[in-house]
Nanobody, 123 residues
């Protein structure tokens, strides 16, 4: 059974930091590119960051310098992290973890998705 389970979200203040985690199991996710997307109320889901199976990382321009993605390829479960620093109110969104064998920026290329974790940043 494929599972992507996000955790680490919450209510924080502007300027705080958070680390989101995503535990992926049920496939050989060590060979997948893992990505984070977010969706704010009333907006489309947008790409945030991705990390390839070999460790290469990619970021949306809006989060470069504040977000860091990383992964831990354990035997049966891949864990993907998203470190978020200097949080801003505009970072408020549901953050989703996803896995793809395709192009990292292409939302439709991601085959497996988690349920999301809410991040709320108060000013």
């Amino acid at each position: 059974q494929v599972q992507l389970v996000e955790s680490g979200g919450g209510l924080v203040q502007a300027g705080d930091s958070l680390r989101l985690s995503c535990a992926a199991s049920g496939r050989t996710f060590s060979r997948y590119t893992m990505g984070w997307f977010r969706q704010a109320p009333g907006k489309e889901r947008e790409f945030v960051a991705a990390v390839s199976w070999s460790g290469g990382s990619y970021y949306a321009d809006s989060v470069k310098g504040r977000f860091t993605i990383s992964r831990d390829n354990a035997k049966n479960t891949v864990t993907v992290y998203l470190q978020i620093n200097s949080l801003k109110p505009e970072d408020t969104a549901v953050y989703y973890c996803a896995a793809t064998n395709g192009y990292y920026r292409d939302y439709e290329a991601y085959r497996y998705w988690g349920q999301g974790t809410q991040v709320t940043v108060s000013s």
